[in-house]
T-cell receptor
Framework: GENVEQHPSTLSVQEGDSAVIKCTYS??????FPWYKQELGKGPQLIID?????GEKKDQRIAVTLNKTAKHFSLHITETQPEDSAVYFC???????????FGDGTTLTVKP | NAGVTQTPKFQVLKTGQSMTLQCAQD?????MYWYRQDPGMGLRLIYY???????DKGEVPNGYNVSRLNKREFSLRLESAAPSQTSVYFC???????????FGPGTRLTVT
């Protein structure tokens, strides 16, 4: 089955700096790669996603890049703010897989 | 539009007791999922239902059963609770397999 590894497990940055979280996956058939943000005491919420026919996608301060050859994808957050502090999860799935496999999460702390 | 709702929010059980966690979605989604989240281990899939009338095992199904009651509702049953099942349980739904998942607020279960 699919295996997703996520790094780093914790990340601390100063407000205004950039943050990068990386994930690798094992199943070359995977074609959907979402990123979720989980705030304390809440369920995860999608912040951005990318499909395998696209190499990069951007939404304001958040961007995701995908390298299908190397089987890795990354989340980039620019101009970080304290409200970006949360746990971030990557995931990978295929159209026929019926399910997503999640990474173990990255706890991002943005220090004011 | 409530999204994904879960009941109860909190539950304490004694070892050997049984209970059912309820989940409902009002987005007309086809697929539904049950995850457990333990500290430092991310989200692990227990069971999923790719469409009404079907259910499949995920990564950690032992000790659990599920019922896709109709398109809206997907319940998770613990027949004989064990301390190892102490966790936060999240239900999620998606329009189709391999698309964005919407998560409920979670059920915090403690088994003593």
């Amino acid at each position: 089955g699919e295996n997703v590894e996520q790094h780093p497990s914790t990340l601390s940055v100063q407000e205004g700096d950039s943050a990068v979280i990386k994930c690798t996956y094992s199943d070359s058939a995977s074609n959907y790669f979402p990123w979720y943000k989980q705030e304390l005491g809440k369920g995860p919420q999608l912040i951005i996603d990318i499909r395998s026919n696209v190499g990069e996608k951007k939404d304001q301060r958040i961007a995701v890049t995908l390298n299908k050859t190397a089987k890795h994808f990354s989340l980039h957050i620019t101009e970080t703010q304290p409200e970006d502090s949360a746990v971030y999860f990557c995931a990978a799935s295929g159209a026929n897989a019926g399910k997503s496999t999640f990474g173990d999460g990255t706890t991002l702390t943005v220090k004011p | 539009n409530a999204g994904v709702t879960q009941t109860p929010k909190f539950q304490v059980l004694k070892t050997g007791q049984s209970m059912t966690l309820q989940c409902a979605q009002d987005m007309n989604h086809n697929s539904m999922y049950w995850y457990r989240q333990d500290p430092g281990m991310g989200l692990r899939l227990i069971y999923y239902s790719a469409s009404e009338g079907t259910t499949d095992k995920g990564e950690v199904p032992n000790g659990y059963n599920v019922s896709r009651l109709n398109k809206r509702e997907f319940s998770l049953r613990l027949e004989s609770a064990a301390p190892s099942q102490t966790s936060v349980y999240f239900c999620a739904s998606s329009l189709d397999r391999g698309s964005e998942q919407y998560f409920g607020p979670g059920t915090r279960l403690t088994v003593t």
